[in-house]
């Protein structure tokens, strides 16, 4: 990542509650922040209602969803068991995104389809991948002690890692080394014979015909080393020990660090530390975020702007925006050419992301499905209309539009020369005022400030 | 050669073109400034991947006609001392790969003979995933050769795209790579901006802290200029003729990307459908094989030609692979199995030419197939190493030994 030479904050500071003051004040910039961090952006109504909610009520509804949450999870449950493809499951999921009540659990679902990624192209089962991702949205929020519990007898994961048979005679690595390796130390922290170790703990599971089983003749009752530790240890003992080593809270929490905070600056330990010693107490995953999202230094200018959007952030935040919708099943594709193909992360170690998700050909990419969306016809339709909702929120003439849309996608922070060149764009007459604003929408959602989170 | 270049761009894309240059350094000076640390210089030759999905028969393709084993093995495939294109008193061309006979006469096509590998399954899925992730031992790797370049690289200041899949199958699984997102190109127009929102007449002043968004920033103009460029290259006229083979559509679309000069070095594009079917004859061979032979030949003589007209010849390689040769010995059906060792074409402007290694022989057989005597990965490592200037030993585990086939 590109480097940023900002000063580390001092921890109690960073990690204490934001409240507003005359500085840092509660406004427009800051609510927009929250929600293309929290969620995939924010509709007219959400940004005006977190203003008058404040900071702390408005994390409170963003942390604890509305009751309609529960029931839009069942429905779209039902949706996906009744699919048999995985093409369906991508555009189901991307439906959620879209009209979701309880948006950061879709955001962190994502976050852990990165982390515990697995891939449909090896998997070929698409029950075996909605249970996957299911999983990871039940605990998305929840507890990562059973969520890693869950992901290491996961029959998706063991198709993808190649852990299918674990003998006795014949240890599998290939799950104790995406465990250790990716799932929670890193692979500075184990060695080959602590993975060793922890492979013959796993003998005697066997997956037969997608269900796991337990042969008990193939698993190894003698003694194994893992980290310094002995015993006859078996499956959950290995992922007992991984939650027992402060590595594993520490990469958990920098990993987080820089999908809610800050991709740009590595923090240094000690802003690291309190968080990682707190989820090592209780691997509470709704805590942790709780404590990001209501931190001081999500709003400051360490934050502010300090991550780039993925394509789905990208393409659902223009569409959560103007409150409307667009065919999943074409946005999946187009979101897959960008480089973000769910539930086909390109490796065990998920999206890089980053500045790897932008150069110029992805830029054109990215401009053109932009393009696509607003357009009001071709093969997103005329799902998305800004005119209309500047209307709907009080505008009346091109140049009301104007400040709306500005306010709406970016909430500032733009030089005049943006500005002058965003008037010229409502201004020309060659177009109905229908038109213009989808011209002045496409402008403003491909602005570089647009990519970034 | 930049000079060349930057003449010929000026001349095909006129004034008006060029003038979006002025604010774009150009790509050649940006790369020396911000070189990737496995880079070894910061050269900018082309290299593109040819697959011939379904295990190409190298033994019909270039055949040692005079080799009386070649002829008892194949009572109806065998291809006639008299109708095969000479290239000495032993070997010779498919009949109907006469572009390809005239290439090596003019030293633009290089015959690597025996390639192959150890313990190849022979199965398609098997070996062509061998070939992609050039780990044969390790069925679980997850990355792609081409994509662990890609990703080896790639440094922090990266603005172009350095490798693309031209074609309209899944992208093939030698482009996987762990951090660089490789797009995958069905046509220019996946390249051309729809529309070119808010021109900005003046520089904006970027925070000097806030190397995010001038990063984003210098993309975005990046995409603009090299929008116009591929766009301006499309409308150009004087082009070669390209026959109307799906091969040819997609080596014109490279040819185009080349001339665009948008920092693309690797391009990788398919013949045969990517799957089953294809190169993989095993009944009635010899109408289908003709077939693809003359679609390859003809393509790639065309892609060649037509750079080499415009004097980007000698920035391009061109390498063809397939997942395996076929068996010796035609079975019951017209047709053969699936063997072990096969010829890799190499087409350009800095070859040594020629034929390179021996034929395999015809009777000193790996379970009816003809043995290889080089390993493929060998052949990437010279590509890597030797033509890109990409470090081949981080792709490919360790350092094998080059081949002396490019004039470099």
């Not at chain 2, 098997?126 to 662990?148: F, I, S, V």
């Not at chain 2, 013949?271 to 003809?298: P, R, T, V, Y």
């Not at chain 2, 035609?330 to 390179?356: C, Q, W």
């Amino acid at each position: 990542m590109v480097g940023q030479t900002e000063k580390q904050p001092d921890p109690r500071w960073a990690w204490a509650a934001y409240e507003p003051d005359a500085d840092r004040p509660w406004n427009l910039a800051r609510a927009g922040h929250l929600y293309r961090r929290a969620a995939f952006g924010a509709s007219w109504e959400q940004l005006q209602q977190a203003l008058s909610d404040g900071p702390q009520l408005t994390i409170d509804k963003l942390l604890q969803p509305k009751a309609e949450a529960a029931q839009f999870d069942r429905t779209y449950d039902e949706y996906e068991t009744a699919t048999g493809s995985v093409d369906q499951l991508r555009a189901w999921w991307l439906r959620r995104m879209i009209l979701t009540p309880h948006p950061l659990q879709e955001k962190m679902t994502l976050f852990w389809h990165s982390h515990f990624a697995t891939n449909a192209a090896k998997v070929k089962n698409a029950r075996l991948m909605q249970q996957h991702v299911g999983l990871l949205r039940s605990q998305a929020l929840g507890s990562f002690r059973i969520l890693l519990e869950s992901i290491s007898q996961d029959p998706a994961v063991l198709i993808w890692v190649g852990a299918e048979a674990n003998r006795k005679a014949r240890p599998n690595e290939n799950l104790a080394r995406a465990l250790m390796e990716t799932f929670t130390l890193g692979p500075d922290h184990c060695t080959d014979d602590d993975i060793r170790g922890a492979s013959r703990a796993f003998t005697g599971w066997f997956l037969l015909r997608s269900k796991l089983r337990y042969i008990s003749r193939e698993h190894d009752n003698g003694e194994k080393q893992i980290l310094g530790r002995k015993g006859n240890f078996a499956r959950d003992d290995v992922t007992r020990i991984m939650l027992e080593e402060p590595a594993t809270s520490r990469r958990l929490v920098r990993k987080l660090y820089s999908w809610l905070i800050s991709e740009t600056a590595g923090p240094d330990e000690a802003l690291i530390s309190p968080l990682a010693e707190s989820f090592a107490t209780d691997y509470d995953v709704l805590k942790l975020v709780e404590t990001m999202l209501r931190s001081n230094l999500l709003f400051s200018a360490a934050a502010y702007r300090r991550r780039i959007k993925s394509p789905a952030e990208f393409a659902v935040g223009i569409v959560r925006a103007l409150e409307g919708s667009a065919s999943t099943t074409q946005l999946a594709t187009d979101l897959a050419d960008l480089g973000q193909d769910l539930y086909h992360p390109p490796t065990v170690k998920g999206w890089a992301g980053g500045q790897h998700w932008i150069n110029s050909t992805a830029m054109v990419a990215r401009q053109n499905l932009a393009s696509a969306l607003l357009r009001g016809s071709g093969p997103y339709g005329n799902k998305l209309n800004p005119w209309a909702v500047a209307q709907k929120h009080g505008c009346a003439t091109p140049e009301s539009a104007r400040r709306f849309l500005l306010d709406l996608f970016l909430q500032g922070g733009l030089d005049s020369v943006a500005h002058d060149a965003l008037t010229k764009t409502i201004r020309q007459q060659d177009e109905d005022l229908e038109g213009r604003t989808r011209s002045l929408a496409h402008a403003i959602v491909t602005l570089a400030e647009f990519h970034l989170a | 050669m930049s000079y060349t270049r930057r003449d010929f761009l000026k001349a095909t894309l006129g004034a008006s073109t060029m003038l979006s240059f002025a604010s774009d350094a150009p790509n050649f000076l940006v790369r020396a400034a911000t070189a990737g640390a496995a880079r070894t210089d910061d050269r900018d030759t082309v290299l593109v991947v040819v697959q011939m999905s379904g295990g190409n028969d190298g033994l019909n393709t270039v055949v040692p006609y005079a080799d009386d084993e070649y002829g008892r093995n194949r009572p109806t495939l065998a291809l006639k001392g008299k109708d095969v294109l000479k290239i000495d008193s032993y070997l010779g061309f498919h009949p109907r790969m006469e572009a390809f006979s005239r290439l090596y006469e003019e030293g633009h096509l290089s015959i690597l003979h025996g390639v192959g590998y150890p313990n190849s399954d022979r199965s398609h899925d098997g070996a062509m995933r061998d070939w992609h992730t050039a780990e044969p031992d390790d069925p679980d790797c997850q990355t792609g050769w081409l994509g662990r370049a890609a990703d080896n690289v790639w440094h922090t200041n990266q603005k172009d795209t350095p490798t693309v899949f031209v074609g309209p199958i899944v992208q093939p699984f030698g482009l996987r790579a762990e951090h660089v997102i490789i797009p995958s190109i069905k046509s220019l127009d996946d390249l051309i901006l729809d529309s070119e929102p808010a021109e900005f007449q003046q520089d904006r002043a970027v925070d000097k802290n806030d190397e995010l968004l001038r990063f984003v920033r210098e993309c975005r103009a990046r995409a603009g200029v090299h929008s116009r460029r591929i766009e301006a290259v499309t409308k150009a006229t004087g082009g070669a003729d390209y026959p109307a083979f799906r091969l040819a559509g997609t080596l014109r679309t490279v040819a185009q990307l080349i001339r665009a000069d948008v920092g693309i070095r690797v391009f990788f594009t398919e013949l045969g459908g990517g799957g089953i079917g294809g190169f993989d004859n095993h009944a009635n061979q010899l109408g289908n094989h003709c077939s693809l032979l003359n679609h390859l030949s003809e393509s790639l003589a065309a892609f060649v030609d037509d750079l080499k007209k415009d004097k980007q010849l000698d920035r391009v390689l061109l390498m063809t692979i397939s997942e395996f040769g076929r068996t010796v010995k035609e079975n019951g059906r017209r047709g053969t199995g699936h063997g072990v060792s096969a010829p890799i074409f190499l087409a350009g402007g800095k070859l040594k030419g020629g034929r390179v290694g021996s034929h395999p022989s015809l009777t000193d057989l790996d379970n009816g197939a003809m043995k290889f005597h080089t390993d493929f990965r060998r052949v990437y490592a010279t590509v890597l190493d030797r033509w890109l200037g990409f470090e081949s030993r981080p792709v490919l585990g360790r350092q094998y030994k080059p081949l002396e086939i490019l004039n470099v």
